[in-house]
């Protein structure tokens, strides 16, 4: 093609390229009707330049309207569902059947509510159909608690200076009135909880030393375990001593109360059991351990003592027999941390030494070991709370740490920290929420651990029986 052509033609096209090569070919209107019935899913032959989307395929049952109102505006709401619907869909839209199922050609419940489609099937095991089944609703399900909150810090710190820094000596107890005593050198003080009045007991002079101080169970006597294997027992309100009584031939470093006798332990290896109510030292000798005796503990109901040694050993005695009734030696330690739950009877907690590290749970009543966790440092004690199913372990070598644990998944409720030496020494508040430890960095530190107990269900009046204490003799 010449220039002259290309201006005739309008087109510019490049040198070598003709006309025809470019001619574009008529479609039939058989050609537009068989492309329109590809591309639309109307029924009409018409050509048309409307794309009719097919309502079927389209995904609107993921929109619902939301027919669940306010209790005082229910019926304005359901009146105005029906009328957005007849002018969204035509009045042939809506009408359900009488058996409550929609018709056909009515759109789902849930045309306008949006929610998130499920990719998977649903499960006969799914949580909707296991409530259905059982009669419970997402609403009877209740959430995980959170983790409860312990303050990281002690609430009180008090000095006490010749605290010393021993194993195997018990130095610190919290009575039932709310004074604790704290054996300071050759020294016994009394800390009034409820006033912060500081009382000195007593002093057994230059030639002795407190090892061990154990409140009873009523908190108006204190026995105090000597250097020279006495025990004395003194009358805390009046700060008087009641009795000395001997039979150890070396330093009494536990002691353990129940509801009539007083347990004592030593580093002569023996366990004397005293009774006040008889003017002899002592009614009874326990002899198994091969080593200083260095933790005592009587269960709740006075049947069973549990005690421990500085040979590993944690023997298990009844009220009457002079043999162990359980060796149990499971520990490379000693074992000076004791503790029966108030919550299970026969289950008893004891904790092992820097060599051991590890807490151990036992049922007294068949002698088996039930669970056992390592904590990574020396158990020095353990206590149980009265209020919530769980306990508090202090450590030594190498953390110097305060645990608070969960029983029986042993979870960890908190891990405190604030002495710069073990934590030997441990007691509990009377409404067994507060506790406080004692190091040998001469420091007592009070620390809000457990909740408080549950309020017990109302008294009812009874008429005649409410009007007083009732006695039965």
Known sequence: MDSAERRKSGINLPSGMSETSLRLDAFSGSSFRAISNLTSPSKSSAISDRFIPCRSSSRLHTFGLIEKGSPAKEGGNEAYSRLLKAELFGSDFGSFSPAGQGSPMSPSKNMLRFKTESSAPNSPYSPSILWQDSGLSSEASTPPKPPRKVPKTPHK??????????????????????????????????????????TKLCDLGPNDGVCAIQWTREGSYISIGTSLGKVQIWDGTQCKRVRTMGGHQTRTGVLAWNSRVLSSGSRDRVILQHDLRVP?????????HKSEVCGLKWSHDDRELAS??????????????????????????????I?????????????????DR?????????????????????????????????????????????????????????TLTGHSLRVLYLAVSPDGQTIVTGAGDETLRFWNVFPSARTPAPVKDMGLWSLGRTHIR
């Open 280 to 288: 002899s030292d002592f009614v009874g000798k326990l002899v198994g």
């Open 339 to 355: 503790a029966w739950s108030p919550h299970q009877n026969g289950l008893l907690a004891s904790g092992g030494g820097t060599a």
């Open 358 to 414: 590890c807490i151990r749970f036992w049922n007294t009543t068949n002698g088996q070991q039930s669970s056992n966790v390592d904590t990574g440092s020396q158990v020095c004690n353990l206590a149980w709370s009265k209020n919530v199913n769980e306990l508090v372990s202090t450590h030594g070598y190498s953390q110097n740490q305060i645990m608070v644990w969960k029983y029986p998944s042993m979870a960890k409720v908190a």
């Open 308 to 337: 421990g040694g500085n040979d590993n050993q944690l023997l298990v005695w009844n009220q009457h027999s002079q043999q162990p009734v359980l060796k149990l030696t499971e520990h490379t330690a000693a074992v000076k941390a």
């Open 157 to 198: 710190v008090l000095d006490a200076p010749s605290l010393q820094d021993d194993f195997y000596l018990n130095l610190v107890d919290w009575s039932s009135q709310n004074v604790l005593a704290v054996g300071l050198g050759t020294c016994v003080y009394l800390w009034s909880a409820s006033n912060s009045k500081v």
